[in-house]
């Protein structure tokens, strides 16, 4: 599969400052905090996901046990890989990859895999040793798409290859276990 066409983009709509979306009132101004708008030093651990390929960098999968945790409450920390759809493709890194220089959460954030640049959108991934793939889009910086949006970033994931893809709101929507 290749780079987002014209097309993806276009249902993606323009890529987003951080916080272009947050329905919470977020700013970039007053919410990027130190250390969350960089990311030489992360450079060479962000997969790009776009030949498919499971991220290699301290790469965790879901046991069935922890699979049922994210069917009910949506998140696992200590699995997630934090997902940014950029103006060329996904964009890949482990959760709990250590930030030394952001100052309130030593872990990265989602504008660590940007640098702080616009995207389209960002969330939460989880790889099941299953083989499923987990997915939401908890981002404050690139988060709350519309339904098309979603949608299409969904279709354009799953394109690449990252199948069966499952989306976690659907199963906290639906109660399933």
Same mark, same amino acid.
Request: a negative charge; glycine letters at 12%.
């Given at each position: 599969m290749a780079a987002l066409n014209q097309k993806e983009k276009e249902i993606l709509g323009e890529p987003i400052e951080p916080f272009g979306r947050n329905?919470?009132?977020?700013?970039? %101004?007053?919410?990027?905090? &130190?250390?969350?708008?960089?990311n030489e030093e992360f450079l060479d651990l962000i997969h790009d996901g776009i030949e498919?390929?499971?991220?290699?960098?301290?790469?965790? %999968?879901?046991?069935?046990? &922890?699979v049922e945790i994210i069917k009910t409450s949506g998140r696992l920390q200590e699995k997630s890989f934090l997902w940014v759809l950029d103006e060329v493709s996904?964009?890949?890194l482990r959760e709990t990859t250590p930030n030394v220089l952001r100052t309130h959460n030593k872990i990265i954030c989602h504008t660590n895999i940007t640098g702080g640049k616009k995207a389209h959108l960002g969330?939460?991934?989880?790889?099941s040793q299953a083989g499923e793939v987990y997915i939401n889009f908890f981002s404050d910086r690139y988060g709350n798409p519309s339904d098309e949006q979603w949608k299409e970033a969904k279709r354009y994931i799953e394109n690449l290859g990252y199948s069966p893809l499952i989306d976690i709101l659907e199963l906290l929507a639906?109660?399933?276990?």
């Open positions: 329905n919470r009132g977020k700013t970039i %101004e007053k919410d990027m905090m &130190e250390g969350e708008g960089h498919n390929k499971r991220p290699e960098n301290d790469y965790v %999968e879901l046991s069935s046990e &922890e996904i964009k890949i969330g939460e991934m989880f790889f639906n109660g399933e276990d």
